[in-house]
């Protein structure tokens, strides 16, 4: 589905109602807003996910109901859902990936944190309009309190969530032309995650968001983020570590994060 950029407001919302109340464990979403240089373009865009050939009524109907300019969403294989989604990649692009974790803001503060957030990444953005060819998105992952549950009736894993609270997973892509515009372009990865961050431990602060554990997602961490130093399970990482690589092949040979 395709939006204006002129429902975010709306859009913010539903993704944090979607978030709280999750309708259904067959249902994913990737909402991600897009700008461009000078505001060229400004959309946007979301993607859906249902495990099955038809969602259940109502499954969607959150979005559906804002109004998108654009809904081609339909039943096809996963194969060509992947290709399809390939339209959205630029041949020839740089591309920078950074990310930041926030727990769920309830109804009451949802309106203000999520617009904080989305007012620094277009604050970001803007900042770099003079970079050739830059594109900025945001995208808002929801990580319900049943996802962490799931994984723990599972056995557990690496990034160790409990169910104490909804989070949202945020990642932050900027592609562009030249690699003469890396140096500017690393310092605002650094204020979005760094500015995101801030955003979070200021509601904290003040009550509007809840303490919890909030690390970060490897998949879309920037090499100068601490993603070690955000687990609380550095010491099974260690371990197995020591185990399977006691050489430290991995540690000295990848310019992966260091333990």
Same mark, same amino acid.
């Given at each position: ?90 041949? @020839?692009?740089?591309?920078? !990936?950074?990310?930041?974790?926030? /727990?769920?803001?309830? %109804?009451?503060?949802?309106? +203000?944190?999520? $617009? ?16 050739? @060819?830059?594109?900025?998105? !945001?995208?808002?992952?929801?990580? /319900?309190?049943?996802? %962490?549950?799931?994984?723990? +009736?599972?056995? $557990? ?103």
């Amino acid at each position: 589905m395709f939006f204006a950029a002129d429902k975010t407001d709306q859009l913010l919302a539903a993704i944090r109602n979607f978030t709280e109340n999750y309708p259904d464990e067959k249902a994913a979403i990737i909402p991600t807003a897009e700008l461009t240089a000078l505001g060229a373009v400004d959309i946007w865009v979301l993607f859906l996910f249902y495990d099955g050939p038809t969602p259940p009524p109502g499954v969607f109907d959150i979005f559906t109901g804002i109004g998108p300019l654009v809904n081609n969403c339909k039943t096809r294989s996963y194969y060509d859902l992947v290709t399809y989604n390939n339209f959205g990649i630029i041949k @020839g692009s740089v591309y920078i !990936i950074t990310t930041e974790t926030l /727990p769920l803001p309830n %109804a009451a503060n949802g309106a +203000e944190v999520l $617009g904080a957030i989305h007012a620094n990444w277009r604050k970001t953005i803007q900042s770099i309009s003079g970079v050739s @060819g830059v594109i900025g998105s !945001i995208a808002y992952q929801p990580i /319900p309190k049943v996802l %962490a549950r799931k994984a723990r +009736e599972r056995g $557990g894993d690496l990034i160790d969530l409990d169910d104490d609270v909804d989070r949202i997973m945020l990642e932050f892509n900027i592609s562009y032309l030249l690699d003469i515009d890396d140096s500017k372009v690393d310092q605002a990865t650094q204020r979005l995650y760094g500015g995101s961050r801030d955003i979070v431990t200021g509601y904290q602060q003040s009550g509007k968001l809840p303490q919890s554990y909030l690390p970060l997602f490897m998949n879309d961490c920037y090499f100068r983020q601490d993603y070690f130093g955000r687990l609380r399970t550095t010491d099974f990482a260690r371990s197995v570590r020591d185990r399977y690589d006691p050489d430290n092949f991995f540690r000295d040979q990848t310019k992966g994060w260091k333990m």
